[in-house]
């Protein structure tokens, strides 16, 4: 079991920078796989970014790459959404996903969720 909050939301301007956290429970963190999605409101959950547990690889949707960069530390049962040059487009709340055997874009393969933290930026 793997129970997971996030923190770090706020309001940030265009161009601005914000870093998520998702601190975990559980003593299966260390070997699951982490991902950041997003919801926007009218809009469905998207993926954003996802981790695999031994941070050797990264995948990034297209949207992000470049802006946003995802890490662990494992230590701490923790992982990161660092987000910079943030767009209006970007706001969202945005959940970390953990599963012990999914490593992927898939939102419906992740077993573990956590409630979510918003990020609005303004223009």
């Known amino acids: 079991q793997v129970q997971l909050v996030e923190s770090g939301g706020g309001l940030v301007q265009a161009g601005g920078s914000l870093r998520l956290s998702c601190a975990a429970s559980?003593?299966?963190?260390?070997?699951?796989?982490l991902g950041w999605f997003r919801q926007a409101p009218g809009k469905e959950r998207e993926f954003v970014a996802a981790i695999s547990w031994i941070s050797s690889r990264t995948i990034y949707a297209d949207s992000v790459k470049g802006r946003f960069t995802i890490s662990r530390d494992n230590a701490k049962n923790t992982s990161y959404l660092q987000m910079a040059s943030l767009k209006p487009e970007d706001t969202a709340i945005y959940f970390c996903a953990a599963d012990q055997r999914y490593f992927g874009r898939d939102s419906f393969q992740y077993d573990y969720w956590g409630q979510g933290t918003q990020v609005t930026v303004s223009s």
């Open positions: 559980g003593r299966t963190f260390s070997t699951a796989f």
